[in-house]
């Protein structure tokens, strides 16, 4: 922005004596004034600009989405070619959905929490992460039978104080800061470019849902925080008058569950088992009345399943169109790229798009196996 700053040429003041220099001491003293009142309005102004990190001039601005990676020894060797190109990138922030590696693969363990984590303080951008399955719901797979110690343990390496990971790490609210809601302190939201994102800790193995007893009463806990969480995520955006919501978690909540029988068989889609998807039932549900009641795009982020897609996955089932159902239009679902490939979204986040949000896949070269486009 071009700001003109007043004349520097001296002014004549006319008078006689002690009134003359007084004229001139005041004249004087008004246009330091004056310069340093528009010396102040530039840097703020420059501040200003520089507040949005990887904004351009029309606040559009892109973040890295990654996750699921490190399952094997191939896939631990590949993970600093991907972190270097989200380092070459002008990026606002990278996003981690989960899943730090494999139980067999050393996942559960506490030098994996840390390497990790100093895995992500090396990215030169903030870095937001959320849990997945293999740290912690899943670790009986490598003979680790107390996963509820493993959760307290990535709770306790991952998320505390009030800022992302990363090398220059971003301001963001805990749900924790509620009383009610002490120990979810994973759960996070910031905003950033007047669009809002929040994470929700639920994570695949059906959300940690039918295993034991206690598993069962630890699900029915964090769900309870993690539905409050959504519900007070999309209150702010509407308080805050939002351009858009993005919502970041692990687990594929299988939306297919709720479609229109036809809609299914269209595409021979059988409807998930429930041993895989009953842990995400009252999610969906609450999910689909928070997207119904906020018109402006949605955007949710997951891993999971390791299949590279952007779709509209929520179907009403409500008998329109010959028993096809109807798309809710302002609500995208991503799922990333996971093992065995190592490459990365990028989220495009534009106020000029009636979308908002726009995705598309970037491929690492020094991870592609093998085959690579001439």
Known sequence: MMVALPSLRNRVVTGTGN?????????????????????????????????????????????????????????????????????????????????LGAPRYGSCEDETYYRRRDEFNGSRHPFFYTPGDNEWTDCHQAGIPGSLERLAKVREVFFHGERSLGGRALPLTRQS?????????????WTYGGVVFATLHTPGSNNNLGRTPEMDAEYTERNAANLAWLRETFSHAKQARSRGVMLVMH?????????????RGAIGAAPPSPKRSAGYIEFVAALEREVLAYEKPIALVHGDTHYFRVDKPIILDDGRARGFGTVVENFTRVELFGYPESHWVRATVDPADPNVFSFSPVMVRENFRGRWPE
């Open 19 to 99: 009134m003359g220099s007084t004229l001139r001491r005041s004249r004087h003293a008004g246009k330091r004034s004056s310069l340093l009142a528009v010396a102040t309005l530039v840097i703020a102004l420059a501040q200003g600009c520089a507040s949005t990190p990887g904004a351009d001039s029309t606040g559009r601005f892109e973040i890295a989405l990654i996750g699921d990676q490190h399952y094997d020894a191939e896939s631990t060797a590949m993970f600093p070619n991907l972190l270097a190109s989200l380092n070459r990138a002008d990026l606002a922030f990278v996003v981690h959905v989960g899943d």
């Open 177 to 189: 800061a509620d009383q009610r809601y002490g120990k979810f302190r994973e759960n996070v939201r």
């Open 251 to 263: 687990a594929n909540p299988y939306f297919e569950r709720t479609w229109p029988e036809r809609r």
